[in-house]
């Protein structure tokens, strides 16, 4: 069989497993939807479970998950917006690549409109166990919003914790660990992460 032949069979063949596997995942991701609310046009192409009491809400033309790309065979989606007061907020044309965490205990995580962010993102809105050892194993720990702005980028493996703001067109390194505010249209790297840049353009 000539190559054309054969370059032609490899590409039908790929987008077949394409379309079979994102078939699969979203029948799966049904089994796992308790409170989620997905506005038109949104993509979800891992598999995901969206868990707790409060709400959580994806705006228009975004997308969950990415094939191919690392962590879409091992991982998944995992939103849970644990307690009723909790909220995590994705806004419209956002993009999130695989194997992500956002956990809202009893807060609000909000994510703006045609933000970009790599695998492997972590986000949490608490520390959930208090440092004190001897409060450890009660329930009395705080709670803090996190609010990442419009068109920010977010590298791989980046881990946001409770309280953070991040400005707008802001540039987050991958690896990064954020545990501070983030200024607008800066990039942002390290851990414990600090701004390295003040002038993107």
Known sequence: MPNFYIHKCKTLFA???????????????????????????????????????????????????????????????????????????????????????????????????????GPSFFCVDSDFHPLDPTQRLTTNYNCQSVKIGRNVFIGARVTILKGVNIGDDAVIAAGSMVIKDVPSGVVFAGNPGKVVRYSIT
């Open 15 to 117: 987008i077949i497993i394409i379309q079979y596997r994102t078939l699969c995942f979203r029948g799966l991701k049904l089994l796992n939807l308790h409170n989620m609310k997905a506005a038109k046009g949104v993509k979800i192409v891992q598999r995901i479970s969206a868990q707790g009491r409060g709400t959580i809400e994806v705006g228009k033309e975004s997308q969950l998950g990415v094939y191919p790309s690392p962590g879409f065979k091992r991982g998944e989606f995992y939103l849970e917006a644990r307690n009723a007061t909790a909220q995590i907020l994705i806004g419209e044309n956002v993009f999130i690549n695989n194997d992500c965490v956002i956990i809202a205990d009893k807060s609000i995580i909000e994510i703006g409109d045609y933000t970009l962010i």
